[in-house]
Protein backbone atom coordinates (compact mmCIF):
# COMPACT_ATOMS: atom_id res chain seq x y z
CA UNK A 1 0.00 0.00 0.00
CA UNK A 2 3.05 2.33 1.20
CA UNK A 3 4.50 1.76 -2.41
CA UNK A 4 1.07 2.47 -3.95
CA UNK A 5 1.00 5.64 -2.69
CA UNK A 6 4.35 6.93 -3.06
CA UNK A 7 3.70 5.88 -6.92
CA UNK A 8 0.75 8.42 -6.97
CA UNK A 9 2.09 11.21 -5.07
CA UNK A 10 5.49 10.63 -7.71
CA UNK A 11 2.93 10.77 -10.60
CA UNK A 12 0.80 13.62 -9.28
CA UNK A 13 3.88 15.71 -8.71
CA UNK A 14 5.79 15.08 -11.73
CA UNK A 15 2.83 15.80 -13.66
CA UNK A 16 2.94 11.99 -15.24
CA UNK A 17 -0.23 11.03 -17.41
CA UNK A 18 0.18 7.19 -17.23
CA UNK A 19 -1.17 6.74 -13.58
CA UNK A 20 -3.90 5.04 -13.22
CA UNK A 21 -6.47 6.06 -10.40
CA UNK A 22 -9.84 3.96 -10.34
CA UNK A 23 -12.66 5.86 -8.67
CA UNK A 24 -14.78 2.76 -8.30
CA UNK A 25 -18.24 4.48 -6.31
CA UNK A 26 -19.51 7.79 -6.08
CA UNK A 27 -21.39 8.21 -2.84
CA UNK A 28 -23.39 11.47 -2.36
CA UNK A 29 -24.16 13.09 1.43
CA UNK A 30 -26.55 15.33 2.42
CA UNK A 31 -25.87 17.68 5.06
CA UNK A 32 -28.26 19.85 6.60
CA UNK A 33 -28.55 22.64 9.18
CA UNK A 34 -30.12 25.47 11.07
CA UNK A 35 -29.13 26.95 14.24
CA UNK A 36 -28.01 23.89 16.36
CA UNK A 37 -30.51 21.37 14.55
CA UNK A 38 -28.55 18.83 11.97
CA UNK A 39 -29.46 16.58 9.94
CA UNK A 40 -27.68 14.37 7.27
CA UNK A 41 -28.59 11.81 4.31
CA UNK A 42 -27.38 9.81 1.74
CA UNK A 43 -28.34 9.72 -1.75
CA UNK A 44 -28.20 7.60 -4.76
CA UNK A 45 -28.33 8.11 -8.20
CA UNK A 46 -28.41 11.51 -8.31
CA UNK A 47 -28.30 12.45 -11.94
CA UNK A 48 -26.37 15.57 -11.58
CA UNK A 49 -23.84 17.32 -8.33
CA UNK A 50 -25.54 20.30 -7.16
CA UNK A 51 -23.43 23.96 -7.13
CA UNK A 52 -23.23 26.35 -4.47
CA UNK A 53 -26.03 28.73 -4.99
CA UNK A 54 -28.74 25.67 -6.30
CA UNK A 55 -31.94 25.95 -4.19
CA UNK A 56 -33.99 22.81 -3.27
CA UNK A 57 -37.00 22.45 -1.65
CA UNK A 58 -37.34 18.78 0.41
CA UNK A 59 -40.63 18.04 1.30
CA UNK A 60 -39.80 15.48 4.00
CA UNK A 61 -37.30 17.55 6.05
CA UNK A 62 -40.54 19.88 6.69
CA UNK A 63 -41.33 17.89 9.72
CA UNK A 64 -37.25 18.28 11.89
CA UNK A 65 -37.11 22.34 10.60
CA UNK A 66 -40.31 23.46 10.12
CA UNK A 67 -39.38 24.68 6.63
CA UNK A 68 -39.12 22.77 3.31
CA UNK A 69 -36.37 25.50 1.41
CA UNK A 70 -33.03 25.49 1.46
CA UNK A 71 -29.76 26.14 -0.55
CA UNK A 72 -26.75 24.94 -1.62
CA UNK A 73 -23.54 26.02 0.98
CA UNK A 74 -20.94 24.19 0.10
CA UNK A 75 -19.73 21.06 -1.82
CA UNK A 76 -16.98 19.68 -0.79
CA UNK A 77 -15.43 16.48 -2.30
CA UNK A 78 -12.99 13.55 -0.69
CA UNK A 79 -11.01 10.66 -2.66
CA UNK A 80 -10.55 7.68 -0.08
CA UNK A 81 -9.24 4.80 -1.44
CA UNK A 82 -11.70 3.80 -4.54
CA UNK A 83 -14.58 6.13 -3.08
CA UNK A 84 -15.49 9.41 -4.43
CA UNK A 85 -17.22 11.39 -1.26
CA UNK A 86 -19.12 14.02 -2.15
CA UNK A 87 -20.79 16.09 1.04
CA UNK A 88 -23.24 19.12 0.29
CA UNK A 89 -23.98 21.17 2.65
CA UNK A 90 -27.60 22.68 2.88
CA UNK A 91 -28.59 25.74 4.80
CA UNK A 92 -32.19 27.46 5.41
CA UNK A 93 -33.76 29.71 2.68
CA UNK A 94 -33.38 31.00 -0.68
CA UNK A 95 -28.97 31.92 -1.92
CA UNK A 96 -28.55 35.16 -1.74
CA UNK A 97 -25.32 35.63 -3.56
CA UNK A 98 -24.34 39.52 -2.08
CA UNK A 99 -24.86 37.54 1.13
CA UNK A 100 -22.46 34.72 0.31
CA UNK A 101 -19.91 37.15 -1.26
CA UNK A 102 -20.05 39.34 1.75
CA UNK A 103 -19.69 35.68 4.30
CA UNK A 104 -16.23 35.39 2.17
CA UNK A 105 -14.98 39.16 1.99
CA UNK A 106 -15.48 39.05 6.68
CA UNK A 107 -13.33 35.74 6.55
CA UNK A 108 -10.95 37.46 4.27
CA UNK A 109 -10.48 40.13 6.32
CA UNK A 110 -10.92 38.17 9.92
CA UNK A 111 -13.77 40.13 10.76
CA UNK A 112 -15.23 36.45 11.22
CA UNK A 113 -13.40 33.20 11.99
CA UNK A 114 -14.21 30.03 10.78
CA UNK A 115 -15.34 29.13 14.55
CA UNK A 116 -18.08 31.70 14.11
CA UNK A 117 -19.21 30.21 10.98
CA UNK A 118 -19.36 26.84 13.17
CA UNK A 119 -20.91 28.40 16.10
CA UNK A 120 -22.96 31.20 15.27
CA UNK A 121 -26.68 30.93 13.53
CA UNK A 122 -26.93 33.18 10.45
CA UNK A 123 -28.96 36.20 12.40
CA UNK A 124 -25.92 36.53 15.32
CA UNK A 125 -23.33 36.64 11.96
CA UNK A 126 -24.81 39.00 10.32
CA UNK A 127 -25.28 41.22 13.70
CA UNK A 128 -21.52 40.78 14.54
CA UNK A 129 -20.95 42.30 11.18
CA UNK A 130 -23.18 45.14 11.71
CA UNK A 131 -26.18 43.96 10.10
CA UNK A 132 -29.79 44.74 11.94
CA UNK A 133 -31.42 42.19 13.02
CA UNK A 134 -35.23 42.49 11.24
Not at 34 to 39: L, W
Not at 107 to 120: A, R
Request: aromatic share 18%; with cysteine.
Amino acid sequence: MNKYLIEMYNSIVDDELNFDYKINKTEIYFLVRHDKTFSSFRCHNLSFIPKVGDNFTIPYLRAKFRFDMFYVYDVHHNFIDDVHAIYISLKQGLYNSFWHQRLDEAQFKNEISIMDLINLSEADIKEKLGYRRY
